[in-house]
């Protein structure tokens, strides 16, 4: 085919796609002007791969089946005529996950030994592991691009934050870009303004809001498939959960320090598993409900100490959603329990990550527009 016929071709599919996107735009807007509940797709927070997802993007809204949504008080939206608009399966997930936490607190009580002690400082190890996998990593690398990282460090965060076991790396940054565009609104998928609950798990124990649908559709990630580590881990991710967050685990107590296969799991996997994901929905919670807001009074984000005691320095909240691309998400220094920025700085002294973006502030905090 002559080149002139080939580039003809290629300008037209990309004008398509052009329409196609601004279509979806101009009807985004009208949804959300209106505030009509339009569920687009019921599944957009489990799209099964980038295809889909990059497909999902490029196609118009309009496109999708139109259901009507009822309204059940502040904490759910159920589809008509559906069995309610809880998500069972992650009821019943989150309710053993809780139950066996609930029996490894007590075990740990009861049988508190110099093994137990090994395991114990063990387990702190991955949770921190876990922690930086979700903070340094899925939060300031790839969801905010505050920094930029060599592969030793993407490959150490990205395998982190399968032992964190919070879903790919993908979903947690289109959830979170969401997040930030649509703070404490009907589009947020943890919408604070829903109660502490919804903000702390409710979310994920109901299907999203019907404006959500469309938020996540029209929310850039493609980038996120450009670099390799994020897309092995996206297609992988079962093998690697299953390997990282319960086998390696279990596996290092039991053959280097002779612990019991139950104490491994419930110390290890069980107790290091739900105190990361609690430390990490707190700032979803606590760190858009409870402390000062010396940066922006406008927004709804505060500034917890305690938030990022547990969560390695994201509690610093109020700072973050003014300035998103800062790395550090605080002004603060070393003694302000930022942990992840201490890695981040320590990574940079070792020539593994750079381009940190910082915010250059005044002296005097000025209230953020």
Same mark, same amino acid.
């Given at each position: 085919?002559?080149?002139? &016929?080939?580039?003809?071709?290629?300008?037209?599919? /990309?004008?398509?796609?052009?329409?196609?996107?601004?279509?979806?735009?101009?009807?985004?807007?009208?949804?959300l002007s209106k505030k009509t509940q339009t569920n687009v797709q019921e599944e957009v927070q489990d799209l099964p791969d980038y295809a889909a997802a990059a497909a999902a993007a490029s196609s118009p809204l309009s496109s999708s089946p139109i259901k009507h949504f009822?309204?059940?008080?502040?904490?759910?939206? &159920?589809?008509?005529g559906?069995?309610?608009?809880? /998500?069972?399966?992650?009821i019943v997930f989150f309710g053993l996950l809780h139950s066996l936490y609930a029996i490894a607190l007590y075990q740990l009580a009861m049988n508190w030994n110099a093994t137990t002690v090994k395991t114990w400082l063990f387990a702190w190890v991955m949770f921190t592991w876990s922690a930086l996998g979700v903070t340094a990593g899925a939060h300031r690398l790839w969801s905010h691009k505050s920094y930029q990282a060599k592969w030793p460090v993407r490959v150490f965060l990205m395998l982190g934050h399968c032992l964190a076991g919070q879903n790919t790396l993908y979903h947690w940054c289109r959830d979170h870009r969401v997040h930030h565009k649509h703070s404490e609104t009907d589009l947020d998928p943890h919408n604070s303004k829903r109660g502490f609950f919804f903000a702390h798990i409710g979310w994920l124990l109901v299907k999203s809001h019907p404006e959500y649908a469309a938020a996540s559709r029209t929310t850039y990630v493609q980038d996120l498939m450009k670099d390799p580590v994020v897309y092995f881990q996206h297609y992988r991710y079962k093998e690697l959960c299953v390997l990282f967050a319960l086998v390696l685990p279990m596996f290092v107590p039991i053959y280097f320090w002779g612990e019991s296969a139950s104490m491994a799991f419930f110390l290890a996997v069980i107790v290091r598993y739900v105190t990361c994901l609690h430390n990490t929905w707190f700032v979803n919670s606590a760190a858009h409900m409870f402390g000062e807001r010396p940066y922006n009074e406008k927004i709804q984000p505060r500034q917890n100490p305690a938030v990022s005691f547990g969560a390695l320095g994201e509690g610093y909240h109020n700072f973050h959603h003014s300035y998103p691309f800062d790395y550090a998400t605080s002004e603060l220094g070393v003694g302000s329990l930022n942990w992840t920025k201490n890695f981040i700085d320590f990574m940079f002294k070792l020539g593994l990550t750079y381009d940190l973006k910082v915010a250059h502030l005044s002296r005097e905090r000025k209230t953020a527009h």
């Amino acid at each position: 085919m002559p080149p002139d &016929v080939l580039n003809r071709d290629r300008l037209e599919k /990309v004008l398509k796609g052009l329409e196609a996107e601004a279509a979806a735009e101009e009807l985004l807007a009208s949804t959300l002007s209106k505030k009509t509940q339009t569920n687009v797709q019921e599944e957009v927070q489990d799209l099964p791969d980038y295809a889909a997802a990059a497909a999902a993007a490029s196609s118009p809204l309009s496109s999708s089946p139109i259901k009507h949504f009822e309204r059940c008080g502040p904490f759910i939206y &159920v589809a008509e005529g559906s069995f309610g608009g809880y /998500v069972w399966s992650r009821i019943v997930f989150f309710g053993l996950l809780h139950s066996l936490y609930a029996i490894a607190l007590y075990q740990l009580a009861m049988n508190w030994n110099a093994t137990t002690v090994k395991t114990w400082l063990f387990a702190w190890v991955m949770f921190t592991w876990s922690a930086l996998g979700v903070t340094a990593g899925a939060h300031r690398l790839w969801s905010h691009k505050s920094y930029q990282a060599k592969w030793p460090v993407r490959v150490f965060l990205m395998l982190g934050h399968c032992l964190a076991g919070q879903n790919t790396l993908y979903h947690w940054c289109r959830d979170h870009r969401v997040h930030h565009k649509h703070s404490e609104t009907d589009l947020d998928p943890h919408n604070s303004k829903r109660g502490f609950f919804f903000a702390h798990i409710g979310w994920l124990l109901v299907k999203s809001h019907p404006e959500y649908a469309a938020a996540s559709r029209t929310t850039y990630v493609q980038d996120l498939m450009k670099d390799p580590v994020v897309y092995f881990q996206h297609y992988r991710y079962k093998e690697l959960c299953v390997l990282f967050a319960l086998v390696l685990p279990m596996f290092v107590p039991i053959y280097f320090w002779g612990e019991s296969a139950s104490m491994a799991f419930f110390l290890a996997v069980i107790v290091r598993y739900v105190t990361c994901l609690h430390n990490t929905w707190f700032v979803n919670s606590a760190a858009h409900m409870f402390g000062e807001r010396p940066y922006n009074e406008k927004i709804q984000p505060r500034q917890n100490p305690a938030v990022s005691f547990g969560a390695l320095g994201e509690g610093y909240h109020n700072f973050h959603h003014s300035y998103p691309f800062d790395y550090a998400t605080s002004e603060l220094g070393v003694g302000s329990l930022n942990w992840t920025k201490n890695f981040i700085d320590f990574m940079f002294k070792l020539g593994l990550t750079y381009d940190l973006k910082v915010a250059h502030l005044s002296r005097e905090r000025k209230t953020a527009h």
